[in-house]
């Protein structure tokens, strides 16, 4: 079974589990709403098109109820997609592969990726999905992207994950939800940042971030990269 079947199979019990807004959402809104700000006197702000890829059930779209923008999600999962579009029956929801988007070149402004990444399992999916995203980006548009930090101390401690490192010393972590198996990839900034910067994107800004503040790799909830497309 694939991870995008497994979301499905687990959908409206997992859907229950996704309404916490990260704080990471937050500092991700601020940047958002400061790209629609026109700069000209008494006009009104620009719509920027916003693209979320992995939306889950959308909690994202929540965020931005009071942002001026176009917003279009894609998930894999047609659970997770049926479940955003009945929280959300106005809202553009596609179902499609983060690595092969289902969209034309240079047709978004933003790109948010939280915590969907790291279910690419190797380096050749990672680098597909981000050239993608790279390819549906203007120029000059941004990618907000987080992915679980589960290198943090509180997790590596945990018996199940020293279980799945002894057993495949590997990056690949699998927990397993209502008895379904979800694997992830246990990313570090320092294995991230290049596969960024190798497809192209510009690297703004890449920090560990616990409850939206800055942190260390050890205490670190998320990993956050803010990108460019040059």
């Not at 959308?58 to 942002?67: H, I, K, N, P, Y």
């Not at 998930?75 to 289902?102: C, H, N, V, W």
């Not at 209502?178 to 320092?190: D, S």
């Not at 703004?204 to 497309?229: Q, T």
């Amino acid at each position: 079974m694939s991870i995008a079947d497994t979301y499905t199979a687990i959908s409206k019990d997992f859907s229950k589990t996704r309404s916490r807004k990260w704080e990471e959402f937050v500092v991700f809104k601020k940047i958002i709403q400061s790209l629609t700000v026109t700069p000209s006197e008494g006009g009104p702000a620009s719509r920027i098109s916003l693209l979320d890829v992995g939306c889950g059930n959308g909690r994202f779209f929540e965020m931005l109820q009071d942002v001026s923008c176009e917003y279009q999600g894609v998930d894999a999962s047609e659970g997770m997609i049926r479940e955003a579009r009945k929280k959300y029956p106005q809202t553009p929801f596609t179902i499609g592969d983060m690595r092969d988007l289902p969209f034309a070149d240079n047709s978004f402004d933003g790109v948010i990726a939280i915590a969907s990444l790291n279910h690419m399992l190797s380096h050749a999916d990672q680098k597909k999905a981000l050239k993608e995203m790279f390819r549906v980006l203007k120029p000059g548009g941004s990618l907000f992207m987080t992915n679980w930090n589960l290198w943090r101390i509180s997790v590596v401690g945990k018996s199940w994950w020293k279980y799945n490192f002894l057993r495949t010393k590997s990056s690949v972590v699998t927990t397993r939800w209502n008895g379904h198996p979800l694997p992830y990839y246990a990313f570090t900034l320092r294995e991230l940042l290049p596969l960024v910067k190798d497809v192209g994107f510009e690297v703004l800004e890449s920090f560990y971030s616990k409850k939206g503040e800055k942190s260390r790799w050890w205490n670190g909830n998320n990993s956050v990269i803010i990108a460019e497309r040059t």
